[in-house]
């Protein structure tokens, strides 16, 4: 009796460490989870810096945390980050995001969508990679100048959720956008000043939403992200 407890016991163990190794298959060797808001790990509150709060709405379905805007959320491309929602206490230089992005029924133009900040050194310099119904743009805004640095095509299907898997390399300075696991179709952006950073998400006038955000890096370093001081907000 005693060895057939042990033998299940050992299958067990067996069997929970092939479903981590399956998890965890397609991320480099070191990188470990630093974030995940799905339905059993509900921490989205407590997990990030929200700047404004109340420009959030929370919403719950069976995959977890749904978050969307408020339609009132814009303070315009040059301060796009009046809903401004950063990964606490947290610098990351090379990592892994996913999440599912469904755009929302405005987002047809270059100021509205949801804007993904990676990295973003301060409140006031930062990158933004906006993700827009058919197009994803890479801006570099330093004290609310802002300056486009490129804009390319991105197969999103509209009404419908879209994985969106996100690359940082630290080394060749860069962000690689796939989305529906189309290689083929990946966007990547670079720029020499695209360093270490805090990883959050801000939006522009959009009624897009988001869900499963998922994040992955071999290693982070403690710091606190102090919001900015938002002038003229509605």
Known sequence: MLKSSTNLAFIFALLSLMIHVKSQENLPIGYISYYNND??????????TLCNPEYWNLSKD???TVISPLSSDSLGLLQPHGNLGMLKDMIFGEFIMEFEFMPGPTDTNAISGFSFICPAKTSDIFYATLLTADTIYFYYYNKNVSERLDALPLN???GAWNH???TRDILKRSLTFVVN???AGKAMFSDPRLVMGFVGFSTIGTRSVIRKIRLWAPTTI????????I???P
């Open 39 to 48: 339905a059993k790990n509900d921490q989205f509150l407590n997990s990030l």
């Open 62 to 64: 069976k995959s977890g």
């Open 156 to 158: 999103i299907k509209p």
């Open 164 to 166: 969106v898997k996100v």
């Open 181 to 183: 696991k189309d290689e």
């Open 222 to 229: 403690t710091e606190t992200f102090k919001c900015p001081e």
């Open 231 to 233: 002038v003229n907000k």
